[in-house]
């Protein structure tokens, strides 16, 4: 019926005596708990006074590595198609050389982005990386787009980070493996095999 109060408590459930009914004491513990630690060493910093420096497998913003004053990158695209937020997009064009394509543009939706470091798994030049920046402010949407201007760094001032991938793919002390440098150059002009089907043709012909 209406109006009377209902009893809701379980079978098992423990009975409260008259000073937990009141809650003080239990009050009473939690500040002094909280006084007690107020005496210890402190472990936070003072932001932005004083900056975090996070270690060497942090996932912080990506950004593309720079090596002899053009980007690493190949433009495969493989980057933007591992994003899950969508946060890549690019535009190759084709450039003399070895390595034949380069990005005409390369752009990171910071807003988007979710530091996920998927990007950084699937590359197979180690062209874009996740770095230690972490502290980013944007005004409007459209300065939060990054361009190849403030995506491109140097390699040396991300060699910890390549140090730490390296290291992640040599687990083992016993053995080495590095990045071959010939990955960076996906010229097929040299290849015996165009020869081959230049001079017969393809099998469909």
Not at 53 to 79: A, F, M, Q, T
Not at 92 to 107: A, L, M, T, V, Y
Not at 169 to 177: E, H, L, Q, V
Request: glycine share 6%.
């Amino acid at each position: 019926m209406p109006g009377i109060p209902q009893n809701t408590a379980r079978p098992n459930e423990r009975k409260l005596n008259f000073w937990e009914r009141i809650y003080l004491p239990e009050v009473l513990k939690g500040l002094g708990y909280s006084f007690a630690k107020m005496s210890e060493p402190l472990y936070t910093f003072q932001y932005p006074d004083e900056q975090w420096l996070p270690p060497d497998g942090y996932r912080g913003r990506p950004v593309l590595v720079e090596e002899g004053g053009k980007p690493r990158c190949v433009s495969c695209n493989l980057c933007a198609r591992a994003c899950p937020p969508m946060a890549i997009s690019m535009q190759s064009h084709d450039i003399g050389g070895e390595k034949e394509r380069e990005p005409q543009w390369f752009e990171i939706n910071m807003l988007r982005c979710i530091y996920c470091g998927f990007c950084e798994e699937v590359c197979p030049e180690e062209a874009i990386v996740m770095s230690k920046e972490y502290d980013m402010t944007f005004q409007s949407r459209e300065e939060a787009v990054f361009g190849m201007d403030r995506l491109l760094v140097p390699k040396e001032r991300l060699k910890d980070r390549l140090d730490w991938l390296a290291a992640q793919r040599n687990p083992d002390p016993a053995t080495s493996w590095e990045h071959p440098r010939a990955n960076n150059r996906h010229s097929l002009r040299e290849r015996p095999f165009l020869g081959h089907v230049a001079a017969h043709g393809s099998h469909d012909a």
